[in-house]
């Protein structure tokens, strides 16, 4: 079974649309995760969540809205897509964000045409 | 915020130790020091990560500067497999920050 999985692995959209990637983790993690790896490969954090509550909000536009239904998802909600939301967006999750391993989805490669 | 500073490219050969540096002066008390790697078209890794001493594990050892203002992580015999890019982040108790990393060259 795979411990962070996300969906879908490619998504190819046009501008102005509404688009949202669904992240699950299956090993009883408190806290979860947004990243945006852009094209220079620079990997930002955009948000974290522990126990279904933000506590992470990096400076992110709010066309970017993170929903967390229980504790097990967080998904990325990214509304009126710009070509500059082209990336990759990686879901993770660890037990805490203080002392213990992060587990890292697959990616998902978003492109905006 | 608690920086890091890593080489951008390194090389090394193919079966011999790698040392791959982080530098991180404006450490707090309470940051540990971790170590990911990113393998080619897949999400970042866990390898390590310690607060003040030396730490050890299957993958990697983790030596740790007594004044804790840098790191370097020892990869005892690189193999081709271990050809990704490196980050050394800093985990204060409300950011979790990935610097540029150190892309490490393999040569066989």
């Known amino acids: 079974d795979t411990a962070v999985s996300q969906t879908p692995k490619y998504l190819v959209t046009q501008m102005g649309n509404d688009k949202s990637i669904k992240c699950e983790q299956n090993l009883g993690h408190d806290t979860m995760y947004w990243y945006k790896q852009d094209s220079k490969k620079f990997l930002k954090i955009m948000f974290s969540?522990?126990?279904?509550?933000?506590?992470i909000n990096e400076t992110v536009p709010n066309r970017f809205s993170p929903k967390s239904p229980d504790k097990a998802h967080l998904n990325l909600h990214i509304n009126s897509l710009e070509l500059g939301d082209s990336a990759v967006y990686f879901c993770a999750s660890s037990q805490n964000h203080m002392d213990t391993e992060a587990f890292f989805g697959q990616g998902t490669r978003l492109t905006v045409v | 915020d608690a920086k890091t500073t890593q080489p951008n490219s390194m090389e090394s050969n193919e079966e011999e130790p790698v040392h791959l540096p982080c530098n991180h002066s404006?450490?707090?008390?309470?940051?540990?020091i971790h170590w990911y790697r990113q393998l080619p078209s897949q999400g970042p890794e866990y390898v390590i990560h310690g607060l003040t001493s030396n730490v050890n594990n299957r993958m990697a050892s983790l030596a740790i500067a007594e004044d804790r203002k840098s790191s370097t992580l020892i990869l005892h015999r690189a193999t081709l497999r271990d050809a990704a890019v490196y980050y050394c982040?800093?985990?204060?108790?409300?950011?979790?920050?990935f610097g540029k990393g150190t892309r490490l060259h393999i040569l066989p």
């Open positions: 982040i800093l985990t204060p108790l409300d950011k979790i920050i």
């Open positions: 404006t450490i707090s008390g309470t940051d540990y």
């Open positions: 969540y522990n126990n279904k509550e933000l506590i």
